[in-house]
């Protein structure tokens, strides 16, 4: 009775092997796949190349304790002189170390604790955590008066805030820079690189009224400026292409097409005085263009 109740036919025994088989492989494959080994934290935090390539290096502090959390050490440091390396230490995140080196390299200083306080990102408990361990080095602190009650006539050394100039003192538009322009009361940083773009697109300034073809241009600035000994960059109307003579800002798309195809029928311009009869090229408009164009 007992070899009965087991008896299987061949085939049913090949069958079952078969089957035995197969969950054996599924449970071999389940073993070698689950003994993968996860990589410590603390390793992925050091290394700040593999951080980058999973695109973390804007997010997690590249310093770790063994269970994952972040690990900040604590010692003294200028923000003024202190590396990317001692930055990341303290537990700032590689957008905040960016945003410090951007901030000297536009000539930011750091003068007292406080300016530190200022970093987008940092909350007011980290501030308090860092505030015991900045040391500000006397080369960048403010300088005093040298007598009580006087007044302060130094330059200060910061872009943010530069001296303004006073009349009679005027800029020349031709040989300034954004730094110097921002020394006119009413110019900053935004107007400052608009002056110079625009003289640029110009070829040079020939008058100091053309700052009124800027938009919102304060206009009260103007009597600051000054236009001496005016040389500016000309540019051939037979030689340009339709959209290059576009580009200058005396030059609208219109009046360009008017270019090229007089060029195409009559051939060569002489002078401006050769487009004077086109509805596009009144008398203000010609007279704008004389000291920028050469044929």
């Given at each position: 009775m007992?070899?009965?109740?087991?008896?299987?036919?061949k085939?049913?025994?090949q069958?079952?092997?078969?089957?035995?088989?197969v969950?054996a492989?599924?449970?071999l494959?389940?073993?070698l796949?689950?003994q993968?080994?996860?990589?410590?934290?603390?390793?992925?935090g050091?290394?700040s190349t593999?951080?980058a390539?999973d695109g973390?290096?804007?997010?997690?502090?590249l310093?770790?304790?063994?269970d994952?959390t972040?690990?900040?050490e604590?010692f003294?440091?200028d923000p003024?002189?202190a590396?990317s390396?001692q930055?990341l230490r303290?537990g700032?995140r590689?957008w905040?170390?960016?945003?410090i080196y951007?901030y000297r390299a536009r000539?930011?200083?750091y003068r007292?604790k406080e300016d530190?306080a200022r970093l987008?990102?940092?909350?007011v408990q980290?501030?308090?955590?860092?505030?015991?361990?900045?040391?500000?080095?006397?080369?960048y602190?403010?300088?005093a008066a040298?007598l009580v009650?006087?007044?302060?006539?130094?330059e200060?050394?910061?872009?943010?805030?530069?001296?303004?100039?006073?009349?009679?003192q005027?800029?020349?538009?031709n040989?300034t820079?954004?730094?110097l322009?921002?020394?006119?009361p009413?110019i900053?940083t935004?107007?400052?690189r608009?002056i110079?773009?625009?003289g640029?697109?110009?070829?040079g300034?020939?008058?100091?009224?053309q700052?009124r073809?800027?938009?919102?241009?304060p206009v009260?600035a103007?009597?600051?400026?000054t236009?001496?000994?005016?040389?500016?960059?000309?540019?051939n109307l037979?030689?340009?292409t339709?959209?290059?003579?576009?580009?200058?800002?005396?030059?609208?798309?219109?009046?360009?097409k008017v270019?090229?195809?007089?060029?195409?029928l009559?051939?060569p311009?002489q002078?401006?005085q050769d487009?004077?009869?086109h509805r596009?090229f009144?008398?203000d408009?010609?007279r704008?263009?004389?000291?920028?164009?050469?044929?």
């Amino acid at each position: 009775m007992f070899k009965e109740f087991f008896y299987m036919r061949k085939s049913d025994r090949q069958v079952l092997l078969f089957l035995l088989a197969v969950g054996a492989v599924a449970v071999l494959v389940l073993l070698l796949t689950g003994q993968r080994e996860a990589t410590p934290l603390a390793d992925v935090g050091t290394d700040s190349t593999r951080l980058a390539a999973d695109g973390y290096a804007d997010r997690q502090p590249l310093y770790y304790r063994q269970d994952g959390t972040a690990s900040p050490e604590r010692f003294a440091f200028d923000p003024n002189t202190a590396d990317s390396t001692q930055l990341l230490r303290l537990g700032l995140r590689p957008w905040q170390v960016r945003n410090i080196y951007k901030y000297r390299a536009r000539g930011g200083v750091y003068r007292h604790k406080e300016d530190f306080a200022r970093l987008y990102g940092l909350t007011v408990q980290e501030y308090r955590e860092l505030e015991p361990y900045i040391r500000i080095s006397p080369d960048y602190s403010m300088p005093a008066a040298t007598l009580v009650g006087e007044a302060e006539h130094h330059e200060r050394d910061t872009l943010k805030y530069p001296v303004k100039v006073e009349v009679p003192q005027s800029v020349n538009l031709n040989t300034t820079d954004t730094m110097l322009l921002r020394k006119v009361p009413g110019i900053g940083t935004a107007f400052a690189r608009r002056i110079i773009s625009y003289g640029q697109r110009l070829g040079g300034y020939v008058s100091t009224e053309q700052l009124r073809e800027i938009e919102d241009f304060p206009v009260e600035a103007i009597s600051y400026f000054t236009v001496n000994r005016p040389a500016t960059h000309r540019i051939n109307l037979n030689q340009l292409t339709l959209n290059q003579l576009q580009r200058h800002p005396y030059i609208n798309f219109h009046q360009a097409k008017v270019i090229i195809e007089y060029r195409r029928l009559r051939g060569p311009l002489q002078s401006l005085q050769d487009l004077r009869l086109h509805r596009d090229f009144p008398d203000d408009a010609i007279r704008r263009l004389e000291p920028y164009v050469e044929f």
